[in-house]
């Protein structure tokens, strides 16, 4: 007798490049914040970044109303969306014979956003088993699974061809790699002319040393907060010629101010908004093209 094997992400997880990868592959695995999933439950576009834009106060009533918690749960949704639909402003003019790369993917809520806009198609890489069945399994809800993947795979050793992808983007992954690294593999898949986004945040050269609330949010994750001048610099050592910075501080603050009043803090608001406020760290979108 025969048994068919379906392949599943689980079939084929590559060992964990380094011990650290395999202590962030554990982390995402079991990871299940309800201030993520509540979120995401909002239309099933799962995010792990946070927000930009203004608070809708007069959408959110009266926080004494029996609705209030639901409609500030949409609210921070609705602004960690606008955050991944400003990433994709910034990709260029993407068509739909184009392949997009998502780098650390998380639950592919920005995959799924960036083929519903392009109609292209998009290829995620996460550390995560989980994250990949998940992103995966709302692709094949959705119907759009020969268009939007997710696998397990180190960003830092992907199997893209070189020169094959049009355009890039790490949306609060960078901090989990180290850039020079990171840069040479966006370089080498990605296409001449092609552009390569992140959004992240950084600590602020201009302060000194990474502040004591970096130090916290570093610890929080288990990741490792960049300087400005470390992405400046790792950009042009690798081909990629920043063509738009912004600095997102002050849009983003809002969010964690709302956040900070709802049921679903998780204990890292503070770290973020002081740190925010003392200019020792910033949230930044970096859109670069590959020449
Ligand atoms: C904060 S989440 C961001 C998820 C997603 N970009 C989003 O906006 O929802 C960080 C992600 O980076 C991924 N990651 C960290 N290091 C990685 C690596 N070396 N290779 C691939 N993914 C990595 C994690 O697995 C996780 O999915
Ligand atoms: C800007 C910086 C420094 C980001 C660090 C990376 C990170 C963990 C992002 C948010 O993930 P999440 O959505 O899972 O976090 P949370 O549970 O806090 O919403
Ligand atoms: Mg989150």
Same mark, same amino acid.
């Given at each position: 007798m025969t048994t068919e094997i379906t392949p599943t992400?689980?079939?084929?997880?590559?060992?964990?490049?380094?011990?650290? &990868?395999g202590d962030i592959a554990r982390y995402w695995n079991n990871e299940a914040r309800p201030v993520n999933l509540r979120l995401g439950d909002v239309d099933g576009l799962y995010h792990h970044h946070y927000g930009i834009g203004a608070v809708?106060?007069?959408?959110?009533?009266?926080?004494?109303?029996?609705?209030?918690?639901?409609? #500030?749960?949409a609210e921070l949704h609705r602004l960690e969306s606008a955050q991944a639909e400003f990433l994709l402003d910034h990709l260029g003019p993407i068509t739909a014979d184009d392949t997009l790369v998502d +780098?650390?993917?998380?639950?592919?809520?920005s995959m799924v956003m960036a083929?519903?806009? @392009?109609?292209?198609?998009?290829?995620?890489?996460?550390? !995560?088993?989980? &994250?990949?069945? @998940?992103?995966?399994?709302? +692709?094949?809800?959705?119907?759009? &699974?020969?268009? =939007?993947?997710?696998?397990?795979?180190?960003?830092?050793?992907?199997?893209?061809?070189?020169? !094959? =992808? +049009? +355009? !890039?983007?790490?949306?609060?992954?960078?901090?989990?790699?180290? #850039?020079?690294?990171? @840069?040479?593999?966006? !370089?080498?898949?990605?296409?001449v002319g092609g552009r390569y986004v992140t959004i992240t945040g950084c600590w602020n050269p201009r302060y000194g040393q990474p502040s004591k609330w970096v130090s916290q949010i570093n610890a929080h994750?288990?990741?490792n907060i960049h300087s400005r001048r470390e992405y400046l610099r790792a950009m042009a050592d690798n081909r990629l010629v920043p063509q738009t910075v912004v600095d997102l501080t002050p849009d983003t603050l809002p969010y964690w101010e709302l956040r900070a009043t709802s049921s679903l803090v998780t204990g890292i608001e503070e770290a973020f908004i002081e740190s925010y406020r003392d200019g020792s760290f910033q949230y930044v979108l970096i859109a670069a093209d590959r020449v």
């Open positions: 992400v689980s079939a084929t997880i590559p060992a964990p490049a380094t011990p650290y &990868q809708n106060h007069e959408a959110l009533g009266d926080p004494e109303h029996s609705e209030y918690e639901k409609k #500030l749960i +780098a650390g993917c998380g639950r592919g809520g083929h519903q806009r @392009f109609g292209c198609k998009v290829e995620g890489v996460t550390l !995560s088993a989980t &994250q990949a069945e @998940f992103g995966n399994g709302r +692709a094949r809800d959705l119907r759009i &699974q020969d268009h =939007v993947r997710s696998r397990v795979c180190n960003m830092l050793d992907t199997p893209f061809e070189k020169g !094959s =992808v +049009a +355009a !890039s983007w790490n949306n609060e992954s960078t901090m989990y790699v180290d #850039l020079h690294d990171l @840069f040479a593999e966006h !370089s080498r898949f990605l296409k994750f288990e990741c």
